[in-house]
């Protein structure tokens, strides 16, 4: 089945870019999403890109696909306090299912 | 404004006691799903309904039961076979694969499940 891996961890000062990253092992994925969980609460959708994108913008937001290392990343220009959550990649292949990643803890630093 | 709204927020379950969480969305998707998060990870999927009196096992199925009798409903039994049921389990919605428009799932704020 499909594997999705992400770090744990990221700091970032705040006004600074944070990056990010997501690999995955199936080469049939169409959609790769990125989710934000603030503490207690459910999953937001924050963006998604189609798999025959390299690139997709969206405001602060910045999602890159490398297909052929099966790479996904998030950038996040301008990085606020209230930017501090997890955030989970999510990889649809086959059927209507996702896969997740096990989510990057991102705190923001004043 | 359209929905998903899981309930309760917090539920305390008993030795061998069945416990059941309510999903119901209000944004006529035909697929909705139920996850389980422990601290520290990721998401993984219980239960899966694509359409209305029908639903399949996700990769964790095991002690729990769902039902799909009504679109809006898709309500999750924990039961007493499930020996580790201390969890965040969320619910999520979408439209079925294969549409001509993609469209992601969307999650309720979930529930949060312990152990008296």
């Known amino acids: 089945g499909e594997d999705v891996e992400q770090s744990l961890f990221l700091s970032v000062r705040e006004g600074d870019s944070s990056v990010i990253n997501c690999t995955y092992t199936?080469?049939?994925?169409?959609?790769l999403y990125w989710y934000k969980q603030e503490p207690g609460a459910g999953l937001q959708l924050l963006t998604y890109i189609f798999s025959n994108m390299d690139m997709k913008q969206d405001q602060r937001l910045t999602v890159l696909l490398n297909k052929k290392d099966k790479h996904l990343s998030l950038r996040i220009a301008d990085t606020q306090t209230g930017d501090s959550a997890i955030y989970f990649c999510?990889?649809?292949?086959?059927?209507?299912?996702?896969?997740f990643g096990g989510g990057t803890r991102v705190l923001v630093k004043p | 404004d359209g929905g998903i709204t899981q309930s309760p927020k917090y539920l305390f379950r008993k030795e061998g006691q069945n416990v059941t969480l309510s999903c119901e969305q209000n944004?006529?998707?035909?697929?909705m799903y139920w996850y389980r998060q422990d601290p520290g990870q990721g998401l993984r999927l219980i239960y899966y309904s694509q359409i209305v009196n029908d639903f399949q096992k996700g990769d964790i199925a095991e002690g729990y039961s769902v039902s799909r009798e009504k679109k809006e409903s898709f309500p999750l039994t924990v039961t007493s076979a499930q020996k580790n049921p201390t969890a965040f389990y969320l619910c999520?919605?979408?439209?079925?694969?294969?549409?001509?428009?993609?469209?992601?799932?969307?999650f309720g704020d979930g529930t949060r499940l312990s152990i008296l």
């Open positions: 999510a990889i649809k292949a086959a059927g209507n299912k996702l896969t």
């Open positions: 944004l006529n998707h035909d697929a």
């Open positions: 999520a919605s979408s439209r079925p694969g294969g549409t001509a428009f993609e469209e992601p799932q969307h």
């Open positions: 199936d080469s049939s994925s169409t959609y």
